[in-house]
């Protein structure tokens, strides 16, 4: 007598015949039609069916975010500069060769720039948030510069505006960002940076020759190279963006 020591198994075959159609039965394994073709396997009596375990689906990346969180931000930036470039029927390089400023507009956007970049060097040094220490002294600081400007433009007799309502109205919602989002308002913070030292040097380079006979302010003036200023803040902000706030 021959003893199991496994449940008895059954043969279970796919079968394909070109006079029937496609079907999955339990055939006995003396069958053999040369006009059918069989797939087989082996399967227990008494086992369960297979368990197919769920796939894991995980969601596209946005472009430049494997890289940072900078790095994601600039795409999304270019993504919407080139956007209104095009509703305006312009170019990828924009309208800078033909665009002609005039003094009184570009007084108004320093004292704009000012109360800006005042606004965010006061938050950034006074908050007791501790995610903004490591954006204090970073060498792109703009006011003291934009002091100088003004004040030079003052003596030559210049007429020095009040901001601009929506220069005021930016700079309130900064304040509001500060006190209650510290990821959203470092975002602007590295915008507001990095816009004025890509875009702000086509702005520079047309008042300069249009307006100030060549002469360079204080402005656009960095100690040191300012792409490697921007560097440091850059990886400072990729790295807070690992942490959960």
Not at 150 to 175: D, H
Not at 215 to 228: A, S
Not at 229 to 236: A, D, I, P, Q, S
Request: overall charge negative.
């Amino acid at each position: 007598m021959l003893l199991m020591a496994k449940p008895i198994q059954q043969l279970y075959c796919f079968s394909f015949s070109p006079n029937h159609n496609s079907l999955f039965s339990k055939i006995s394994t003396t069958t053999n039609s040369p006009t059918q073709i069989r797939c087989c396997f082996a399967s227990s009596v008494n086992s369960a069916p297979p368990v197919l375990k769920k796939r894991n689906r995980y969601r596209k990346m946005y472009p430049g975010e494997s890289t940072g969180i900078t790095e994601e931000m600039r795409f999304v930036a270019m993504k919407l500069r080139n956007t209104k470039a095009q509703d305006r029927g312009e170019g990828e390089g924009g309208d800078s060769d033909t665009w002609q400023p005039s003094m009184e507009g570009f007084i108004s956007y320093l004292v704009d720039s000012k109360l800006v970049f005042d606004t965010v060097e006061r938050i950034v040094d006074e908050s007791e948030n501790v995610s903004y220490a490591y954006f204090r002294k970073t060498g792109l600081e703009r006011s003291e510069g934009l002091s100088k400007d003004l004040e030079g433009f003052k003596e030559q007799g210049v007429v020095i505006p009040n901001p601009s309502s929506p220069g005021l109205s930016y700079a309130e919602y900064l304040e509001e960002l500060g006190e209650r989002s510290a990821p959203l308002f470092l975002s602007h913070f590295y915008n507001i940076y990095f816009s004025h030292i890509s875009g702000g040097q086509v702005i520079a380079k047309q008042v300069s020759k249009s307006l100030l006979e060549g002469k360079e302010l204080e402005f656009y003036k960095w100690e040191g190279e300012v792409t490697e200023l921007l560097k440091g803040v850059r990886e400072n902000l990729n790295m807070l963006s690992e942490v959960d706030y």
